[in-house]
């Protein structure tokens, strides 16, 4: 705020004194002698309030004049004075600030009235807006308000005897803010020892922003403003009166101070000073394993086998116990220490009130690197150094926390596992493993508001919303495995449940099945050429007796370009073709079924897209009736079904809620059953029978089959009977003899056998070789005679 047109004309008289009396200084013509800021007995000067009648009758100092070099400053303060700010008693009397130089600094003699003039403006007299006074220093604000608050409570000293030494510009260095200050916001004076030389009564309160003062880092332009204005040189013949030594003041500037960011737990109180490191990145090599692999299991436990499934963050043990005959399945990761466990939660709780960050629109890659970089800024907030080691096992639990699957990330990541079960809190966990089995695990839920909120989580991430109300989900996870879940204890007394059917990465092809026995090199031939030359079928069998897994592989032998609809409730199927449709089923989005998308509207759809291949997933429903009818119109279809021979297939078939007509049933080509055994004390999948659909009997009204493959399981053979009607039919269809067709099923029996030789397992590269094998038979063939029997084989 500027001073009123008073004390400005006294303002310009008193620059005016000081001048004169520095150059008469300067003349050798007086020797003043400075006064003392305090009485001679060295006491304090006592305080009194100043009325608003004392402050319209300003009375000049009682004091000599003050030195040449008291003059400069003085000049030089009355320049950068021309705004001020209210008075108060809050600490932001300018009165106090000027008092405050004087008694803080000394000034360097500049030398001279060059000196003096140096520290002048230009003068821009002829500007109206100046009023002959000089501009103000860059950096500076001249408020619009121009007179000065008539304030009762300003505090001055008793007497006006005061002399500096000099008269510096104001800087103040900021002092760290002290617990009592963030608490109450104000601090008296007499507690701060830094500021105990002020001239405050005792006491007085200061507001702590008020305290912090900004520098002028801007100074006058020493060489263009290197001028004093006339007007000035009289202005050393006058003394001071109390406006004029208040406007000489200069203004503190209070800078609004940065509000700390929240801080959570014990390291919050710390306030550790933020700490600039460059991360160095972890190296096994240098800084050793993250995980300590030389414990050994206790004495009465057997390890199996120690293989990695997430290196080199987590491993798994599997041991087994003679006493109880059982397996066990053990995850070992990195362990933190008790501080590096609380600093994680730390981190983890930022993370949650400050990462936004949409993964679903970043790569694997992406969202790792951010959320690593948010965890990395995190820890240098609270100023805490970490070892590589440390670090390293820190950000792991925060990616398998925010990124990974909890609890159960390593055994997501375990390629031998095929189903993951929790039945409910304080229950452990078990797998199934491709190797050993069924086996409980180390792992289990213990609070089931954490199990709750896993199970949530689930749900979000497969786009689905489950709620006591609705306690029960199907649905598919991001990597395509499928999950059953339940919520709380309504549906299921021990809590929370959920059962993942995992789905592999890369789907299975023909050379796994033969390589683990489950169809014979024969077979897969067989069924090469069948649904080469579109014959429909149902793969029928009892739980996890892998019949979607058989139908994926077998779809690879649909022609390359063929037109392919599939039907699912959860995605599972996986082909390499490009004229390919995924179709899922939708629930419904209200309680009254409206908007529910289910199999048979899918089918219906489907219909009407003229597919050559349609492939369900599922039959369960009234769906069936229609899927029939598709296959009596020529659409080649491929479906799974529960039965565990081909009577139970039939019988589900033609009774509720299926419904289909046996008359309809000879529209189907083959039916494979498909079952779940134990040979030699291993659990194994079969193709038990392979079995043609033929004709109904008109007398009997009974189906007629012909069974072409049969398992047995006493020597663990599936075998060929000799007869198959399907393939008189491809014979009579491409007008192919019996020996053209025996030489026809050796061909593919021998690129099948080259293909698991040659370990071409990955199914874009098994359907590489059988789309090349479908353009380009003999140069394929070649190939493979070559690889297998020489050089120079027919």
Request: glycine share 6%.
């Amino acid at each position: 705020m500027r001073v009123g047109e008073d004390e400005e004309r006294e303002l310009m008289a008193t620059v005016r004194d000081l001048l004169a009396q520095s150059r008469e200084m300067e003349s050798g013509d007086e020797e003043v002698t400075p006064f003392p800021l305090q009485d001679q007995s060295g006491e304090e000067e006592e305080w009194e309030e100043v009325t608003p009648e004392d402050r319209e009758r300003p009375e000049p100092l009682s004091a000599p004049a003050p030195g040449r070099a008291d003059i400069r400053s003085l000049i030089d303060s009355v320049i950068r004075s021309r705004s001020t700010r209210p008075w108060s008693t809050s600490g932001d009397n300018p009165v106090r600030a000027l008092l405050k130089r004087i008694e803080k600094k000394d000034v360097e003699e500049s030398g001279g009235e060059d000196g003096i003039s140096s520290q002048m403006v230009e003068d821009d007299s002829a500007d109206p807006d100046h009023n002959g006074l000089p501009d103000f220093p860059r950096g500076w604000t001249e408020e619009t308000d121009a007179s000065v608050p008539e304030d009762p409570g300003l505090v001055s000293p008793a007497h006006d005897h005061h002399t500096s030494p000099d008269l510096p510009v104001l800087e103040v260095e900021e002092e760290p803010e002290t617990d009592e200050a963030l608490s109450a916001g104000v601090v008296s004076v007499d507690e701060l020892g830094h500021l105990a030389d002020l001239i405050l009564p005792k006491g007085a309160m200061f507001e702590v922003e008020e305290l912090h003062i900004k520098r002028n880092g801007r100074q006058f332009d020493f060489v263009d403003n290197a001028r004093v204005v006339s007007e000035f040189d009289e202005l050393f013949t006058k003394a001071f009166s109390p406006a004029a030594l208040a406007a000489a003041a200069v203004t503190a500037t209070v800078s609004a101070e940065e509000v700390p960011e929240p801080r959570f737990g014990f390291l919050s109180k710390l306030q550790l000073p933020k700490v600039a490191e460059v991360i160095e990145e972890y190296n096994p090599i240098i800084h050793g394993p993250l995980v300590d692999l030389s414990m050994r299991p206790s004495p009465e436990l057997e390890e199996i086998e120690l293989y990695p499934v997430n290196e080199p963050y987590a491993y798994v043990r599997v041991t087994y116990d003679s006493a109880t005959h059982e397996y066990t399945y053990n995850v070992l990761e990195p362990l933190l220490t008790p501080g590096e466990q609380e600093l994680f939660g730390e981190i983890k709780e930022r993370l949650f009130e400050t990462l936004n960050v949409a993964t679903r629109d970043l790569t694997r890659d992406e969202a790792r690197k951010a959320l690593r970089d948010a965890a990395n800024i995190i820890i240098a907030d609270y100023g805490i150094r970490l070892e590589p080691c440390g670090r390293e096992k820190i950000l792991y639990h925060a990616e398998k926390e925010f990124l990974g699957d909890g609890l159960i990330d390593p055994v997501m990541h375990d390629a031998y596992i095929e189903d993951i079960s929790c039945d409910g809190v304080g229950s452990t966990i078990f797998v199934y493993h491709m190797t050993y089995e069924s086996m409980k695990t180390s792992l289990a839920y213990r609070d089931a508001t954490e199990l709750d909120s896993f199970v949530t989580k689930l749900a979000q991430r497969a786009g689905k919303y489950i709620s006591i109300a609705e306690p029960m989900l199907d649905a598919t996870m991001n990597d395509g495995s499928r999950i059953q879940m339940t919520l709380g204890s309504e549906v299921t007394a021990h809590g929370s449940t959920f059962t993942i059917r995992k789905f592999r990465e890369e789907p299975i092809t023909p050379t796994d099945l033969i390589e683990w026995h489950t169809f014979s090199p024969l077979g897969i031939a067989f069924l090469w050429l069948a649904v080469e030359n579109a014959k429909s079928c149902i793969f029928a069998g009892g739980t996890a007796s892998g019949k979607t897994t058989t139908l994926n592989a077998i779809s690879l032998f649909i022609p390359p370009l063929a037109k392919i609809v599939t039907l699912e409730d959860t995605r599972e199927l996986k082909l390499p073709h490009p004229n390919w449709i995924p179709s899922i089923t939708r629930d419904s989005f209200s309680q009254d079924g409206r908007g529910e998308i289910d199999m048979y509207e899918l089918l219906r759809a489907a219909l009407r897209q003229r597919p050559e291949y349609i492939l369900v997933g599922e039959v369960r429903g009234r769906e069936a009736l229609t899927l029939f009818q598709a296959m009596s119109t020529g659409h080649v279809t491929y479906a799974t079904m529960h039965a565990d021979s081909v009577a139970s297939a039939v019988h589900r078939l033609e009774n509720p809620p299926i419904d289909v007509p046996r008359n309809m049933l000879s529209a189907l080509s083959l039916m494979s059953i498909q079952v779940q055994a134990r040979v030699g004390g291993q659990r194994i999948r079969r193709n038990k029978q392979l079995i043609e659909i033929l004709d109904i009997d008109p007398r009997t009204n009974e189906l007629i089959t012909n069974e072409v493959f049969r398992w047995h399981p006493a020597t663990d053979e599936i075998r060929y009977s000799g007869k198959s009607y399907i393939l008189e039919e491809i014979m009579e269809g491409r007008g192919w003899s019996e020996e053209r067709m025996q030489e026809e099923l050796k061909r593919r029996q021998e690129v099948l056998e080259w293909m698991r030789i040659k370990k071409i397992r990955h199914f874009r590269d098994v359907s590489k070789i059988l789309v090349s094998y479908f353009r380009d038979p003999e140069s394929v063939i070649q190939r493979v005679r070559s690889d297998l029997y020489g050089e120079g084989a027919p």
